[in-house]
């Protein structure tokens, strides 16, 4: 069975526009959720989002061609072309790109551009629609714009799982190298529902934080206090490759993948199952399949009532008891929620806090939740040996999928 590692990485979200900018700011305990600025938001019940203020997607790609993708998408560029010249893929002429395939994951896609055509239609007629509307806005078309960019011929594949979207693409990647489908992989995840249609619709949900007069401690993922996720937008590309071909072409390995797990908790639409069953199996799964000593969990950790207690339940009865269980960190509290492009977001953040010996916090832990125990890494980045790390991503509908990996 063939071996699969990550090759490359790329990543934006409110911290940074590149890995090591927002990596360095996530460790730094810095916090990116703020006041709205993409729209108004008097009338909005909630008005905090971990926004990227200062991208250019003119930087990822022709000026002329913008207003044909969607944000998602335009993020999904930026994190991919970093994640390619990282690999040193990027305008490499020996590479089979029928032996080369992409993998993204988003939970809503286009849902600016959704909105907007949504209103022109209903106020001016289906003339006003925008022609470029529906391939700007599927969410497949995350893995159509980026294979066409870097010519890649291999498997087009697309995820659309909520907020397991982008550990389900990493998945996907995964498996299609394992069983032979492909060399080289792109796993993309990306998201940008930041407008009034996804703010107010989360919030009816009683979803979201209500801490608009203090939106750097709003999220507060396992905290006591905690009352709702704050949306965050962004995305995250890993190169994944056969070991084989990887040693072959002399490329710097960050990590193995050595694990996954799916499950799907069959229990409701958008409340986990209790004590976070379905969880459970999911990291027993990828555990089992590791058989490695686990060092640092990135929870889904998403700062809500049950996300939180359920899953610090299941992490526990997976070790064997809170006594077993390594440090665990949710790095929301810091960037949003970043719906579908967590799972990738958070699976990178993993990966280079192996590279850096560094285990990221969790910033606004103020009040203990006694039914929340375990070491969260409070407040402060931790020194520390990592050899081996878990990424948590679930999502509505009962979708769960976790990633390890392992340095090689």
Same mark, same amino acid.
Not at 281 to 301: E, P, Q, T
Not at 305 to 323: C, H, P, Q, R, S
């Given at each position: 069975?063939?071996?699969?590692?990550?090759?490359?990485?790329?990543?934006?979200?409110?911290?940074?526009?590149?890995?090591?900018?927002?990596?360095?700011?996530?460790?730094?305990?810095?916090?990116? $959720?703020?006041?709205?600025?993409?729209?108004?938001?008097?009338?909005?019940?909630?008005?905090?989002?971990?926004?990227?203020?200062?991208?250019?997607?003119?930087?990822?790609?022709?000026?002329?061609?913008?207003?044909?993708?969607?944000?998602?998408?335009?993020?999904?560029?930026?994190?991919?072309?970093?994640?390619?010249?990282?690999?040193?893929?990027?305008?490499?002429?020996?590479?089979?790109?029928?032996?080369? &395939?992409?993998?993204?994951?988003?939970?809503?896609?286009?849902?600016? /551009?959704?909105?907007?055509?949504?209103?022109?239609?209903?106020?001016?007629?289906?003339?006003?629609?925008?022609?470029?509307?529906?391939?700007?806005?599927?969410?497949?078309?995350?893995?159509?714009?980026?294979?066409?960019?870097?010519?890649?011929?291999? @498997?087009?594949?697309?995820?659309?799982?909520?907020?397991?979207?982008?550990? %389900?693409?990493?998945?996907?990647?995964?498996?299609?190298?394992?069983?032979?489908?492909?060399?080289?992989?792109?796993? $993309? &995840?990306?998201?940008?529902?930041?407008?009034?249609?996804?703010? &107010?619709?989360?919030?009816?949900?009683?979803?979201?934080?209500?801490?608009?007069?203090?939106?750097?401690?709003?999220?507060?993922?396992?905290?006591?206090?905690?009352?709702?996720?704050?949306? #965050?937008?962004?995305?995250?590309?890993?190169?994944?490759?056969?070991?084989?071909?990887?040693?072959?072409?002399?490329?710097?390995?960050?990590?193995?993948?050595?694990?996954?797990?799916?499950?799907?908790?069959? !229990? %409701?639409?958008?409340?986990?199952?209790?004590?976070?069953?379905?969880?459970?199996?999911?990291?027993?799964?990828?555990?089992?399949?590791?058989?490695?000593?686990?060092? !640092?969990?990135?929870? %889904?950790?998403?700062?809500?009532?049950?996300?939180?207690? !359920?899953?610090?339940?299941?992490?526990?009865?997976?070790?064997?008891?809170?006594?077993?269980?390594?440090?665990?960190?949710?790095?929301?509290?810091?960037? &949003?929620?970043?719906?579908?492009?967590?799972?990738?977001?958070?699976?990178?953040?993993?990966?280079?806090?192996?590279?850096?010996?560094?285990?990221?916090?969790?910033?606004?832990?103020?009040?203990?939740? @006694?039914?929340?125990?375990?070491? !969260?890494?409070?407040?402060?980045?931790?020194?520390?040996?990592?050899?081996?790390?878990?990424? /948590?991503?679930?999502?509505?509908? #009962?979708?769960?999928?976790?990633?390890?990996?392992?340095?090689?």
């Amino acid at each position: 069975m063939q071996r699969v590692v990550v090759t490359g990485i790329g990543m934006i979200n409110s911290l940074g526009l590149t890995k090591e900018s927002s990596f360095k700011a996530i460790v730094d305990g810095k916090c990116g $959720i703020k006041n709205i600025t993409s729209f108004d938001t008097e009338n909005m019940p909630i008005k905090i989002a971990g926004e990227i203020i200062d991208f250019n997607p003119a930087s990822v790609m022709d000026a002329r061609e913008v207003k044909k993708a969607d944000r998602f998408i335009q993020l999904a560029l930026q994190s991919s072309k970093e994640a390619m010249e990282d690999s040193g893929l990027i305008n490499n002429k020996e590479l089979d790109f029928n032996r080369f &395939g992409i993998s993204s994951g988003s939970g809503i896609g286009g849902l600016g /551009n959704i909105e907007k055509n949504s209103i022109a239609c209903f106020e001016k007629g289906p003339r006003r629609i925008n022609p470029f509307f529906i391939p700007s806005s599927l969410v497949n078309m995350l893995s159509g714009f980026v294979s066409i960019e870097y010519n890649l011929k291999g @498997p087009n594949l697309s995820s659309v799982t909520a907020c397991a979207a982008g550990a %389900h693409a990493i998945i996907e990647a995964y498996k299609t190298i394992v069983l032979g489908g492909a060399d080289i992989m792109l796993a $993309i &995840g990306a998201e940008s529902a930041i407008c009034p249609v996804g703010i &107010g619709g989360f919030a009816a949900m009683k979803a979201l934080s209500s801490r608009n007069d203090d939106p750097q401690t709003a999220s507060r993922p396992f905290d006591n206090s905690r009352d709702g996720f704050v949306m #965050g937008e962004g995305s995250a590309t890993l190169v994944l490759e056969s070991y084989d071909n990887a040693k072959a072409r002399g490329a710097n390995i960050y990590a193995e993948i050595v694990g996954y797990g799916e499950s799907g908790d069959a !229990y %409701h639409i958008t409340t986990p199952s209790p004590n976070g069953e379905g969880a459970f199996r999911a990291m027993k799964l990828a555990v089992s399949m590791a058989n490695s000593k686990i060092d !640092y969990i990135n929870a %889904h950790g998403t700062s809500t009532k049950y996300n939180d207690l !359920y899953e610090t339940i299941a992490i526990k009865n997976v070790f064997g008891g809170k006594d077993n269980v390594p440090p665990v960190s949710s790095t929301k509290g810091q960037i &949003g929620h970043c719906l579908g492009a967590a799972g990738a977001i958070e699976a990178a953040i993993s990966i280079l806090s192996m590279k850096y010996s560094i285990l990221p916090p969790t910033i606004n832990q103020f009040t203990r939740d @006694p039914e929340c125990d375990l070491d !969260y890494i409070p407040n402060t980045a931790r020194d520390a040996k990592i050899n081996c790390v878990m990424s /948590n991503s679930f999502g509505f509908g #009962g979708t769960n999928g976790v990633l390890i990996f392992k340095k090689i």
